[in-house]
């Protein structure tokens, strides 16, 4: 169960537009690596679980939350908006509201 959770994130790679192979050497590992594991064959260790979630630049629950279709964008945009100050953020709010109707 966990095991297919797992694979079906790794699609972000198809996100950010990298093969299985760059993904793998960015990673510290073998050229095959990512494809392994896309493939069922083997799943990482945590710490390259880790390297994983940093080459996302997501978290490790941002990586299993279930629904968050773009991580690495809500978390980017997660850190813009830890700089503004309360009223920028409530019209932040006002706007995504409005967006969403």
Do not use: W
């Not at 896309?38 to 390297?51: D, K, T, W």
């Not at 994983?52 to 690495?72: A, E, K, L, N």
């Amino acid at each position: 169960m966990y095991e297919e959770r797992f694979v079906k994130r790794l699609t972000l790679r198809m996100q950010k537009g990298v093969s299985a192979r760059d993904m793998s050497l960015s990673i510290g590992q073998s050229e095959s690596y990512i494809n392994k594991i896309e493939n069922g064959v083997a799943l990482p260790s945590m710490s390259v679980f880790f390297y994983i979630c940093q080459y996302f630049g997501i978290t490790p629950g941002q990586f299993f939350q279930d629904g968050m279709s773009c991580p690495q964008a809500l978390a980017s945009t997660l850190e813009d908006l830890n700089d503004l100050t309360p009223t920028q953020l409530e019209h932040v709010r006002s706007i995504i509201k409005d967006i969403k109707g």
